[in-house]
């Protein structure tokens, strides 16, 4: 299970690197949609916990590292204390300053790196972060941590993926890193006509990219998420708010957004997801979400 804690992000406010199109473009995140507390952050868990087979949790967002309190320690701990595997998936630029009150509760650590040194990472997101990543790694694999990683990528930049897994590969002969995850553009949400010039390339050749890189990390799972179009469907994905709204995407990256499927507080888990398979599967025929609720993230 996803859980959103938040939907805003600390890196849209760091500077551009040079000849950068503005930092994290791609991004197809909504902001500031998520107001919660600690008590409902812990019902939504127990109530994924008592509805579900989920075994680990993505703690996500937008950046759940953020400088204010969005309850995410409580979160962690609570989740952790009820069995789950945690997974943190987070840009980093935050990271040392709230490890403390995070670490003895995430069993894994998902970084973003887009490219094997800074002048490809800080083009994607936004100068000084590959210095960042590189000091996260050390503070995570001196102090035994499991990590993965994801990599966004362009026409241009897919072309060092080689060299990305090169330094994949050093890591994980320093400790554990359980996968790899390499993306395309979602043209959704907040797509527009420059993103798809700055980040569109044909998906076989992205395809073919990560396909080569597959056997050069070994005992690293490689996953790949191509760009798809209108018609073509989007593999299913649930999402939970931390204020227990329920989310999916549905199939379609045409949807604006994706469908709100209602609040599990009040109506449990499992009928949500239920209904958000009617959905999927016949649109037409299934119920669709209530028009009055408010927009989720995308």
């Not at 630029?93 to 040194?117: C, E, F, K, M, N």
């Not at 070994?218 to 073509?232: E, K, L, N, S, Y």
């Not at 999402?239 to 999916?248: E, K, N």
Request: aromatic share 8%; with cysteine.
């Amino acid at each position: 299970m996803h859980l959103v804690l938040n939907t805003d992000c600390n890196a849209w406010d760091r500077p551009n690197a040079p000849g950068s199109p503005g930092v994290c473009r791609f991004c197809y995140r909504e902001r500031n949609r998520v107001s919660t507390d600690p008590d409902t952050v812990r019902r939504v868990i127990d109530l994924v916990r008592a509805e579900s087979a989920a075994r680990r949790i993505v703690f996500t967002g937008g950046d759940p590292v953020m400088p204010y309190d969005n309850h995410l320690e409580v979160a962690l701990a609570h989740a952790a204390g009820l069995g789950f595997e945690t997974n943190l998936h987070t840009n980093g630029l935050l990271l040392a300053d709230r490890y403390p009150g995070l670490r003895d509760h995430v069993t894994l650590y998902s970084l973003a790196v887009d490219g094997p040194d800074a002048a490809t990472a800080d083009w994607f997101r936004g100068s000084g972060y590959f210095d960042r990543f590189t000091a996260n790694v050390d503070m995570l694999v001196a102090d035994g941590r499991r990590l993965a990683f994801n990599t966004f990528t362009t026409g241009e930049s897919v072309r060092r993926l080689p060299e990305v897994a090169e330094l994949i590969r050093g890591v994980a002969a320093r400790t554990e890193v359980e996968y790899w995850l390499i993306s395309q553009y979602r043209p959704i949400g907040r797509a527009n006509p420059r993103k798809a010039e700055i980040y569109g390339y044909e998906p076989a050749a992205f395809t073919a990219a990560v396909d080569a890189v597959r056997d050069t990390v070994p005992g690293v799972a490689v996953f790949a998420q191509p760009t798809r179009a209108h018609d073509d469907p989007y593999p299913f994905r649930a999402w939970i708010l931390a204020d227990g709204t329920v989310t999916a995407d549905l199939g379609s990256v045409a949807a604006p957004r994706n469908a709100v499927l209602g609040s599990m507080l009040s109506e449990g888990l499992e009928p949500l997801i239920r209904r958000a398979f009617a959905l999927r599967d016949a649109p037409d025929e299934a119920a669709p979400p209530d028009p009055g609720r408010a927009p989720a993230p995308s």
